[in-house]
């Protein structure tokens, strides 16, 4: 079983974050922010990981210090669950649509975090109570807490939730790809150097 837990608390949030990325989907998340337990429930479904998150942040000044401090949490937490990343794909690619939206999503366990991140334009400021802005915060927290490559690209699209929306379903889709095990190079790591 590939899971890892995070308790990280400071003076602007205190998240208790656990992953298992051989899980089926379940999700039980509490960020404070209602849009945001959406897109983090919708990344376990399609990455078929299950993940319990409970977050006390200081959402009465804004968002900024929760989302960022769950992604470190979940970056974090997934790192732990891969170990030593023995016979893991490494890779994974996936072009998500939504409606008039296309995203793309490509990643790298590779230990090399870097984030490329390009919003296809303009979104709207805010989605509920949660602030676009964010996604990036989230994801640069994310890839380089869990040392992956994360390329994120949106295509094409007008509406600022389906592009947020299919940002994170394709998050999960592309990332279960990766983390999943391949029976061929089951007891291998996946890189000449002989480590990620």
């Known amino acids: 079983m590939r ?24 999700a039980d998340v509490e960020s ?5 337990n959406h897109m983090l429930t919708l990344l376990a479904a399609h990455g078929r990981f299950d993940l319990v998150l409970n977050c006390d942040g200081d959402i009465e ?7 960022e401090d769950i ?11 891969l170990g030593d990343k023995k016979g893991i794909t490494r890779y994974g690619t996936f072009f998500l649509p ?14 090399r975090p870097f984030l490329v991140y390009d919003a296809g ?15 990036e915060e989230f994801l640069r927290a994310f890839a380089f807490n ?20 299919a940002i994170f379903k394709a998050l999960g889709r592309a ?14 790591i996946p890189s000449t150097k002989g480590m990620l």
């Open 71 to 81: 992604g470190i949490a979940l970056g974090q937490a997934v790192h732990k669950a």
């Open 146 to 165: 869990a040392g992956i490559t994360l390329h994120v690209k949106v295509m094409y699209g007008t509406n600022s939730h389906h592009k947020v929306e």
């Open 175 to 188: 990332l279960h790809a990766a983390v999943k095990i391949n029976p061929e190079t089951a007891d291998e």
């Open 121 to 135: 334009g303009a979104m709207a400021p805010m989605i509920g109570k949660y602030d676009t802005e964010l996604t």
């Open 3 to 26: 899971s890892g837990n995070v308790i990280r608390e400071t003076r602007e949030t205190k998240i208790d974050l656990t992953i298992d990325l051989d899980g089926s989907g379940r």
């Open 32 to 36: 404070g922010i209602g849009f945001f």
């Open 98 to 111: 939504m409606d008039e939206t296309l995203v793309m999503v490509s990643l790298d366990i590779s230990g």
């Open 61 to 67: 000044v804004d968002g900024h210090h929760s989302v």
